[in-house]
């Protein structure tokens, strides 16, 4: 189901057009405000209809267009029918911010993590890239002005994991090595691939953070968190560089978080 919030009757082509996986709730949600504040045009994606409307109302009237289109990253059918959404609401596409993701269950050892949670873990994180970037590379390349930019989000997780963590830091890692390989390939079409990793972004995922979180010594303790805000300035930061430049991989994390030293 898609639904359009139209704040200005641009011509096609005026504003850059932006697709945010995962755009309902947290960094998604950060970084698809981030985009319509600054007057991108933005294809809001998530399973869930009413928070990406709740998204599309956070964002300041006077900015960019939103479409939220309902799907699930892990269908092939789903990606195929938000890029072609996409494609007929806007022409062209400029931005896909590669966003949704799952930890899947928190504190399981490997031992006892059922098959069926790895693969849901695989299939979004990394299936789900996977077929999203495809889907945006094809429109790239055909496109009239060639190019455009994928921002992967990866993690701290993707170089350094957490306990009893498996199924996301083996995805995470994997993510890193399909941004290397879609960066080498979208070079002679103008397409710029780049990763963000980001640590301790206070959204919902990391609310029990502050509580305490499992360290590899087997204690657990409180962790600082950075404001998501951050972490959306950052993505536009990259999103607006020329194609010319790009910025391959960026880590955000909050300061004092245990990452280089973890463990």
Not at 3 to 16: I, M, Y
Not at 249 to 257: E, G, K, L
Request: charged content about 20%.
């Amino acid at each position: 189901m898609n639904t359009a919030r139209t704040t200005d009757e641009e011509p096609a082509g005026a504003r850059k057009v932006a697709v945010v996986t995962g755009a309902g709730s947290g960094i998604g949600r950060a970084v698809a405000v981030e985009l319509l504040t600054a007057g991108w045009s933005v294809a809001l994606a998530g399973r869930r209809p009413e928070p990406l409307a709740q998204t599309a109302a956070a964002a300041p009237s006077g900015g960019g267009t939103a479409l939220t289109v309902r799907a699930d990253v892990s269908r092939p059918e789903d990606v195929a029918a938000l890029f072609g959404a996409v494609r007929d609401r806007f022409g062209r596409l400029d931005l896909l911010f590669n966003n949704a993701g799952t930890f899947g269950p928190g504190g399981v050892p490997v031992e006892e993590l059922p098959y069926e949670a790895w693969r849901h873990v695989v299939d979004t994180n990394l299936n789900g890239a996977f077929l999203c970037a495809q889907a945006a590379y094809r429109q790239m390349k055909e496109q009239d002005p060639q190019g455009g930019r994928i921002i992967n989000n990866g993690s701290i997780s993707a170089h350094t994991p957490r306990p009893h963590s498996v199924a996301y830091t083996a995805t995470k890692h994997a993510l890193t090595g399909l941004t290397k390989s879609l960066s080498l390939d979208g070079r002679p079409y103008g397409i710029a691939v780049g990763q963000i990793d980001i640590g301790n972004a206070a959204t919902e995922m990391t609310a029990g953070m502050q509580t305490g979180a499992l360290q590899a010594n087997g204690e657990t303790a409180p962790e600082p968190v950075m404001d998501v805000a951050d972490v959306a300035r950052t993505v536009r930061h990259m999103a607006e560089l020329p194609l010319e430049a790009n910025v391959q991989f960026a880590t955000v994390m909050a300061t004092a978080m245990p990452y280089v030293g973890r463990g």
